[in-house]
């Protein structure tokens, strides 16, 4: 996980409430990626960005929303957090379109009261 | 939408033997590659398969592409104790215009010492 740095690694909010996961990577890569992952469903694609200012979405974007002003920086933030969001969400980095494999965090582990 | 799915969906076996975990997918890529996962932890990238390669080797792990089948498999020689992970497989599809991987659900395997 060196180089790709998750916060916090655990959080526990309520139902409504704004929350913000941040990710930073020193790998100066282009791509960034956030997934969240829940048993039976594996990793679902929420946001990517390509580079600082160009985000996309992914597969699962409803509820959340991202931003990317700097190169090393991805937060994802749940505008108003449901049950159904609980998750745990993973940040990625990678340089050419993830053709030398993906740098992954370590996790947020989100449950949503 | 899932793109590979792998086979079997949990695998035991004993240290020393060998596991062998299998991947399909259904369309065109340009690269296959997979992912090893430690219970709480992020994803770690393990290799990456060009769609014009059939076979590499890294280490204790061999994997094959066969393009014509849709398929991929992740052999693991003299499995360890260590070895105990969930593993990924991921395709980079050809199509779409796409900059992101497609992940599996993954292969949960147990190595009893």
């Known amino acids: 996980d060196a180089g790709i740095t998750q916060s916090p690694r655990y959080k526990i909010t309520e139902t409504g409430r704004q929350v913000t996961l941040m990710c930073h990577q020193t790998?100066?890569?282009?791509?960034m990626f956030w997934y969240r992952q829940d048993l039976g469903h594996g990793l679902r694609l929420i946001y990517y960005?390509?580079?600082?200012?160009?985000?996309d979405k992914g597969e699962v974007p409803d509820g959340y929303v991202v931003s990317r002003s700097k190169t090393e920086n991805f937060p994802l933030t749940l505008e108003s957090a449901t049950r159904s969001q609980t998750s745990v969400y993973f940040c990625?980095?990678?340089?050419?379109?993830?053709?030398?494999?993906?740098?992954f965090g370590s996790g947020t582990r989100l449950t949503v009261v | 939408s899932q793109q590979g799915e792998e086979d079997p969906q949990a695998l035991s076996i004993q240290e020393g033997e060998n596991a062998t975990m299998n991947c399909s997918y259904k369309t065109s890529i340009n690269n296959l590659q997979w992912y090893r996962q430690n219970s709480g932890r992020g994803l770690v990238h393990l290799i990456l398969i060009r769609s014009n390669e059939r076979e590499k080797h890294s280490g204790r792990l061999r994997v094959t592409l066969d393009t014509s089948k849709k398929s991929s498999s992740l052999l693991i020689t003299a499995s360890r104790a260590a070895d105990t992970a969930s593993y990924f497989c991921a395709t980079d599809p050809t199509q779409g215009g796409s900059e992101k991987l497609v992940f599996g659900k993954g292969t949960k395997l147990t190595v009893n010492p």
């Open positions: 990625a980095s990678s340089d050419i379109r993830g053709r030398y494999g993906y740098t």
């Open positions: 790998w100066s890569h282009s791509y």
């Open positions: 960005s390509a580079a600082a200012d160009i985000t």
